[in-house]
């Protein structure tokens, strides 16, 4: 059996493995394609993991926030385009997701006015500038939502197969 690791500075990786209660052979035999040496080094940080890597250890961790995090903070490109989401209880997203709406609810007929033109002058630009960010704050609550939703398929709380059929029944009425 492996000894448990003492350092300090562990990353998100290693501190789900090790919150699995799995050593790195143990989570090598779960992941079937990571070998030991290689988990070993992503956990230590002598190399990065590769995408499919990631969405290997989201699976089979059922872990879902390591490929948000990955992307916003290991990806090149998702480091410019993609923010990192915090994993949150439903009703802190519920109440936070509320707030923004009551917010930018009170800035729709704003909105409106600095956009009718089809035009942003410098008079407008502070006003745009705050309710792009309030409009942002909207987009991270709902993926906050996405996230809990996938952690709770992920740990067989919500069951994807209903949560499937109800997905493909949505989309069919909105088609209607």
Not at 51 to 74: F, H
Not at 98 to 106: E, H, V
Not at 161 to 173: G, H, P
Request: glycine share 4%; net charge negative; hydrophobic share 35%.
């Amino acid at each position: 059996m492996g000894r448990a690791s003492t350092r300090a500075d562990k990353n998100k990786y290693q501190l789900i493995r090790e919150e699995l209660g799995l050593t790195r052979e143990k989570a090598s035999d779960l992941l079937e394609c990571i070998s030991p040496d290689r988990i070993e080094k992503i956990e230590s940080g002598k190399s990065m993991a590769h995408p499919d890597e990631v969405l290997t250890m989201s699976e089979k961790y059922k872990s879902p926030e390591l490929c948000n995090s990955y992307c916003a903070n290991e990806c090149p490109i998702g480091r410019r385009y993609v923010p990192e989401v915090k994993v949150k209880d439903l009703s802190r997203i519920v109440l936070e997701m509320l707030a923004s709406l009551n917010t930018i609810d009170k800035r729709k007929n704003r909105l409106i006015e600095i956009t009718a033109d089809g035009e942003i002058d410098e008079s407008e630009i502070q006003d745009f500038v705050i309710i792009q960010e309030e409009l942002e704050q909207i987009s991270m609550t709902v993926e906050a939502l996405q996230l809990w939703a996938e952690q709770m398929v992920a740990t067989g709380k919500i069951d994807k197969d209903t949560l499937d059929r109800c997905k493909i029944e949505q989309s069919q009425k909105k088609k209607k």
